[in-house]
């Protein structure tokens, strides 16, 4: 059951870690780096709906890889 289930869940959770980055805030980008950001400092709270964004990117990031691993495992 669990090898026919771990292509299914990869493929869930990759799809919604993509949905989930594209749907991020786009100010911290490259130009953050390069020091152009525009603002005073480039450090600020992440509050509301992009907190909640960064948490999911992270399960839904450690759930693709946990998936990724297991099913390496299962497959030997």
Sequence with gaps: M??????VIQIVSSMLLIIVVLLQNREGGASGILGGDGVGGS?????GLEKGLLYTTVILAVVFVGSAVASFFVGK
């Design 2 to 7: 669990l090898p026919k289930l771990l292509p």
């Design 43 to 47: 450090f600020y709270t992440k509050r």
